[in-house]
Nanobody, 118 residues
Framework: QVQLVESGGGLVQAGGSLRLSCAASVSIFTLSAMGWYRQAPGKQRELVAR??????DYGDPVKGRFTISRDNAKSTVYLQISSLKPEDTAVYYC?????????????WGQGTQVTVSS
C-alpha cells in the first residue's frame, strides 16, 4: 500500500555531490523507518542511511560523507551525497518499514542509478 518514488540519480565525477529524493505516498509519521540502501552489480545490498523514528543510522562505507534528512510535510526523505567515489556507483533504493500486528512490512522504490566516473 505504500508507494515510494526516488529521483535525483545521475552521472557525477569523483569528488562531486548529488542529492537523492524519496517521496512516500503516506505520512512519514505512519512509518517505523525510512531511508536508503544501495546495490552495486555483483554485490550485496547494503544500508546507506535511514531514519528509525527520529534516530539516524548510517552504513559504515558512507559515514562522514552522506547526510540523510527529511521533510515531513512533503513525506519525503533526502540523501545528500558528498565527496563521491567510484565505489559509490550503484542503484540506490528507497526503503520504508511499517509495523503491523507484530510484523515488519517492507516497501521498496524502483531505484535510481548513481554513477561516479573516475
Amino acid at each position: 500500500q505504500v508507494q515510494l518514488v526516488e529521483s535525483g540519480g545521475g552521472l557525477v565525477q569523483a569528488g562531486g555531490s548529488l542529492r537523492l529524493s524519496c517521496a512516500a505516498s503516506v505520512s512519514i509519521f505512519t512509518l517505523s523507518a525510512m531511508g536508503w540502501y544501495r546495490q552495486a552489480p555483483g554485490k550485496q545490498r547494503e544500508l546507506v542511511a535511514r531514519f528509525v523514528g527520529s534516530r539516524t543510522d548510517y552504513g559504515d562505507p558512507v559515514k562522514g560523507r552522506f547526510t540523510i534528512s527529511r521533510d515531513n510535510a512533503k513525506s519525503t526523505v533526502y540523501l545528500q551525497i558528498s565527496s563521491l567515489k567510484p565505489e559509490d556507483t550503484a542503484v540506490y533504493y528507497c526503503e520504508a518499514e511499517s509495523v503491523r500486528y507484530g510484523r515488519t512490512q517492507e516497501y521498496w522504490g524502483q531505484g535510481t542509478q548513481v554513477t561516479v566516473s573516475s
